[in-house]
């Protein structure tokens, strides 16, 4: 049976929250020059990260993907956003618990290809001046966002693991973190680009054009204003 909601975050957990992603970010920095690709594991290590020493509903919400059978509360753990609609669901609904997993390894395999391709374009410590590049990596930062959104791994904390991904993949390129993990944008484009990155029932198909456009500004904004 799946466990009580997670719904907001306390407020005296705000500090700690924001302390937390710092050292993530930090970190990530620190470890970009390696280029290395963040497995499960290690996703699930940044989640677990952000809510060390915060009070949890469930203690192993944090680090833990929906549907995980070592956590009883999260097997059966559905997600959505927004009011009901006519057929019983939310206005936008995460993958089906069952299906989290391999949604994410499916995406940490295309992810992988796609920086493998970029990575011959950008030599490691260099930022790309080459305006294709540039998109490119803002499009992929974008998509790679919109499907955890779209997949909604964690019972909360989607958004900020989704924006860490931006993050890690800016740090890769030597490009400024242009887009806020901690609190989100607050750009009103941004929120209704995520949203249309989620799905729902039956095909649960996101889309992601909206938030390329979105990410292709923010990286625009950032590099004219970064040094």
């Not at 927004?82 to 940490?108: F, H, K, N």
């Not at 990155?197 to 990286?219: C, K, W």
Request: a positive charge; aromatic letters at 8%.
């Amino acid at each position: 049976m799946p466990g009580p909601p997670w719904d907001d975050d306390p407020s005296a957990d705000g500090a700690t929250i924001l302390a937390n992603i710092d050292k993530l970010v930090r970190s990530m920095r620190a470890d970009a020059p390696a280029r290395t690709l963040p497995g499960v594991a290690v996703v699930q290590r940044w989640h677990a990260t952000i809510y060390e020493g915060c009070r949890l509903p469930v203690a192993g919400y944090a680090g833990h993907f929906r549907g995980d059978p070592t956590v009883a509360e999260l097997v059966g753990y559905e997600v959505g956003v927004g009011p009901r609609q006519i057929d019983g669901y939310p206005d936008r609904v995460g993958l089906p618990a069952s299906q989290v997993r391999a949604a994410v390894l499916t995406m940490l395999t295309n992810l992988g290809q796609a920086v493998a391709v970029l990575d011959n374009h950008v030599p490691t410590g260099k930022r790309p001046a080459d305006p294709a590049a540039l998109q490119s990596i803002a499009a992929l930062a974008a998509t790679v966002h919109g499907e955890w959104v779209r997949i909604h791994p964690f019972a909360k904390g989607n958004g900020r693991t989704a924006r860490l991904w931006a993050a890690w993949l800016a740090l890769r390129y030597n490009l400024p973190v242009f887009v806020t993990v901690k609190p989100r944008p607050a750009d009103a484009d941004y929120a209704i680009a995520a949203r249309m990155s989620m799905g729902r029932p039956p095909d649960y198909r996101g889309e992601h054009s909206a938030a390329v456009a979105v990410f292709t500004g923010m990286l625009t904004r950032a590099i004219t204003l970064s040094p």
